[in-house]
């Protein structure tokens, strides 16, 4: 392993080849946070009488969670197996095959037949469909991260990561619009009977597009130079016969769990503000669900813009301070955001989720990939990534579970579920301290093997 040398001095793509690369991330982002909102979404608000109809309405909401998060279980797999071949074969190629996993598998969503169809068939399909559809979205964002950064020069590598990033705040506001306009546009008879559908066999269109770019992009410069060493090395090295993953935890134990710390006020927060915020003001307020659907579609429309803002400053500030910073109000915010959804104000509603949202995962997701490839080396880089960003999601993934648990336990008061929230921002504020303490700034540059 070098000091990272060439890393710092590698140019990377410039011109139409780093457009190509990063609209091809761009767009498997996109359908990424899109096929992830549009099933929390509906979680929220139709799997329970549509998939769980024979149970009380918490018990059915609490149990559409649970097929919501029961997706989070199976990306830990997913981003060990692609993080695999996206370290041996290439960012490429890992990256088409899990286009076509999550779009396929979303897309079936929307023609499955429901509970009065086909019994007790239709939530077990679900659940396989939602299964399918987190082993592939296991391997994407690691591949998708780095096909950008990896392909940037390093001065402009917050930025540029920042931008697929983008795509999650596009996709929160997709989905929600979506669903908003087919509320709409619907009576609750044609939505529930077959408008719920539509959002998800919009997917098909997202895939084809996202298939099309992902084909004309190139291989990523770093990986190429990480390729081209590992053919230079001794056939009866460890290294090269040692499993990406083995490598990983020989070579960066401490950066990973640092790493998977960190990444927990994200995911949290996220589903918290959105997932869970929506039905929280839908269902134990009795608001109107265009409410909390139109105020994430303001934050999330906000978010495009101020997504790629923090990036930029990242490069001048570092992608530590600004982390250390999105924990931080995601910590002290919790308390105030329930407490602004209480006042059953509409515009102070908007407000707590404009604010909620923009100010505090979206400050962490938009420098997060490139503070995590930091702190990687080049062979494993993809597991790395994958493996943290993952494994933490298990508990993202099962925080409007959790959220609807305390909820119950705090006698309807979300007072639980607040303190949840900042306890664990406080643990990854701790966490983002011990990265790169040496030079907050202008960070190392990233590790290469």
Request: hydrophobic share 50%; proline share 6%.
């Given at each position: 392993?070098?000091?990272?040398?060439?890393?710092?001095l590698?140019?990377?793509?410039?011109?139409?080849?780093?457009?190509?690369?990063?609209?091809?991330?761009?767009?498997?982002?996109?359908?990424?946070?899109?096929?992830?909102f549009?099933?929390?979404?509906?979680?929220?608000?139709?799997?329970?009488?549509?998939?769980?109809?024979?149970?009380?309405?918490?018990?059915?909401?609490?149990?559409?969670?649970a097929?919501?998060?029961?997706?989070?279980?199976?990306?830990?797999?997913?981003?060990?197996?692609?993080?695999?071949?996206?370290?041996?074969?290439g960012?490429?190629?890992?990256?088409?095959?899990?286009?076509?996993?999550?779009?396929?598998?979303?897309?079936?969503?929307?023609?499955?037949?429901?509970?009065?169809?086909?019994?007790?068939?239709?939530?077990?399909?679900?659940?396989?469909?939602?299964?399918?559809?987190?082993?592939?979205?296991?391997?994407?964002?690691?591949?998708?991260?780095?096909?950008?950064?990896?392909?940037?020069?390093?001065?402009?590598?917050?930025?540029?990561?920042?931008?697929?990033?983008?795509?999650?705040?596009?996709?929160?506001?997709?989905?929600?619009?979506?669903?908003?306009?087919c509320?709409?546009?619907?009576?609750?008879?044609?939505?529930m009977?077959?408008?719920?559908?539509?959002?998800?066999?919009?997917?098909?269109?997202?895939?084809?597009?996202?298939?099309?770019?992902?084909?004309?992009?190139?291989?990523?410069?770093?990986f190429?130079?990480?390729?081209?060493?590992?053919?230079?090395?001794?056939?009866?090295s460890?290294?090269?016969?040692?499993?990406?993953?083995?490598?990983?935890?020989?070579?960066?134990?401490?950066?990973?769990?640092?790493?998977?710390?960190?990444?927990?006020?994200?995911?949290?927060?996220?589903?918290?503000i959105?997932?869970?915020?929506?039905?929280?003001?839908?269902?134990?307020?009795a608001m109107?669900?265009?409410?909390?659907?139109?105020?994430?579609?303001?934050?999330?429309?906000?978010?495009?813009?101020?997504?790629?803002?923090?990036?930029?400053?990242?490069?001048?500030?570092?992608?530590?301070?600004?982390?250390?910073?999105?924990?931080?109000?995601?910590?002290?915010?919790?308390?105030?955001?329930?407490?602004?959804?209480?006042?059953?104000e509409?515009?102070?509603i908007?407000?707590?989720?404009?604010?909620?949202?923009?100010?505090?995962?979206?400050?962490?997701?938009?420098?997060?990939?490139?503070l995590?490839?930091?702190?990687?080396?080049?062979?494993?880089?993809?597991?790395?990534?994958?493996?943290?960003?993952?494994?933490?999601?298990?508990?993202?993934?099962m925080?409007?579970?959790?959220?609807?648990?305390?909820?119950?336990?705090?006698?309807?008061?979300?007072?639980?579920?607040?303190?949840?929230?900042?306890?664990?921002?406080a643990?990854?504020?701790?966490?983002?301290?011990?990265?790169?303490?040496?030079?907050?700034?202008?960070?190392?540059?990233?590790?290469?093997?």
């Amino acid at each position: 392993m070098n000091d990272g040398t060439q890393a710092a001095l590698a140019p990377g793509l410039s011109g139409k080849s780093m457009r190509k690369v990063v609209a091809g991330s761009f767009a498997g982002a996109l359908l990424e946070w899109y096929d992830f909102f549009i099933f929390g979404t509906a979680a929220g608000l139709i799997f329970a009488p549509l998939f769980f109809p024979q149970s009380d309405p918490l018990v059915g909401t609490i149990a559409s969670f649970a097929t919501f998060g029961v997706g989070f279980l199976a990306r830990p797999l997913g981003g060990i197996v692609f993080g695999h071949y996206g370290d041996r074969v290439g960012r490429k190629v890992t990256l088409i095959w899990t286009l076509i996993i999550v779009g396929t598998s979303t897309f079936l969503v929307g023609v499955l037949p429901t509970y009065e169809t086909a019994g007790v068939w239709a939530p077990i399909a679900l659940v396989i469909l939602r299964l399918i559809q987190g082993f592939g979205l296991g391997g994407e964002y690691g591949g998708a991260a780095l096909m950008t950064i990896e392909s940037a020069p390093e001065a402009r590598r917050g930025f540029l990561g920042s931008l697929p990033q983008t795509a999650a705040s596009v996709g929160i506001m997709l989905a929600t619009g979506i669903f908003a306009l087919c509320s709409w546009l619907l009576t609750p008879e044609q939505f529930m009977n077959w408008g719920w559908r539509i959002p998800f066999l919009l997917s098909a269109l997202m895939l084809m597009v996202g298939m099309y770019i992902r084909l004309h992009t190139e291989e990523t410069p770093d990986f190429q130079r990480a390729r081209e060493t590992r053919k230079n090395t001794p056939a009866d090295s460890p290294e090269k016969s040692s499993l990406p993953i083995i490598e990983l935890f020989r070579r960066h134990p401490r950066n990973i769990l640092l790493a998977l710390g960190a990444r927990l006020a994200e995911t949290v927060s996220s589903n918290t503000i959105n997932t869970f915020g929506i039905v929280y003001i839908s269902t134990q307020l009795a608001m109107d669900r265009q409410i909390p659907l139109t105020g994430m579609l303001i934050a999330s429309t906000i978010g495009i813009v101020s997504c790629p803002i923090i990036g930029w400053l990242s490069d001048r500030w570092g992608q530590r301070r600004l982390y250390m910073a999105g924990a931080a109000f995601s910590m002290l915010f919790a308390f105030p955001f329930f407490q602004l959804l209480e006042t059953r104000e509409i515009w102070i509603i908007w407000l707590a989720m404009i604010l909620g949202y923009n100010f505090g995962p979206t400050m962490m997701f938009a420098v997060q990939p490139t503070l995590f490839t930091r702190m990687f080396g080049t062979r494993v880089r993809y597991t790395g990534l994958s493996f943290a960003y993952q494994f933490s999601a298990i508990l993202g993934g099962m925080t409007p579970l959790i959220a609807s648990s305390l909820l119950i336990l705090g006698g309807g008061k979300p007072w639980y579920v607040a303190a949840y929230l900042a306890v664990i921002s406080a643990i990854s504020f701790f966490c983002v301290r011990l990265i790169n303490r040496d030079d907050p700034v202008r960070q190392r540059p990233p590790v290469t093997d």
